[in-house]
């Protein structure tokens, strides 16, 4: 019988004028950023969060803490791929993620396939299995304000 597992992340970011924006893995053009101890790509943030979620191996700061000088300003691809091979060897294989981005701007329609094929290349699975989208809060919240950006994310694992 095999065993599925459903995990879900979420992740949350200042935004700051000046800093580099980074989501999914690409650098998108804007004047804002994240910010954060690593590069701030709250999109892999929360899908590590789902992945370890789903095995029940706790979160990205137990296994990343952002308190450690090892991670300052660390590529969150590296994260991800750590969280992979930890799933691996655990004897999970990704099944399929779901991401939805909430950020007013800049618009990211034009990033989105670079960044699924960014993440599945990470996680060594199909693009088809990678989904991103992005959507506005029709300018309410933290996020309409342009305070912020948040992403939640949902993986299926699965292993014998």
Do not use: W
């Amino acid at each position: 019988m095999t065993d599925f597992r459903i995990g879900h992340g979420y992740d949350v970011h200042v935004l700051k004028e000046g800093l580099r924006l980074v989501l999914g893995g690409i650098q998108i053009p804007h004047t804002k950023g994240c910010v954060a101890h690593s590069d701030g790509d709250v999109l892999i943030h929360a899908l590590c969060d789902a992945l370890l979620g789903a095995a029940a191996l706790g979160d990205i700061g137990l296994h990343f803490p952002d308190s450690s000088d090892e991670f300052k300003g660390i590529d969150s691809r590296i994260l991800l791929r750590r969280v992979t091979a930890l799933l691996r060897e655990k004897g999970y294989r990704i099944g399929n993620v779901d991401c939805t981005i909430r950020m007013q701007q800049p618009k990211l329609r034009p990033h989105i396939d670079r960044m699924r094929e960014t993440l599945a290349a990470d996680m060594e699975i199909d693009v088809g299995r990678v989904s991103v989208k992005a959507t506005t809060t029709e300018r309410l919240g933290f996020e309409g304000r342009e305070e912020g950006v948040s992403v939640s994310a949902v993986a299926l694992i699965y292993g014998n």
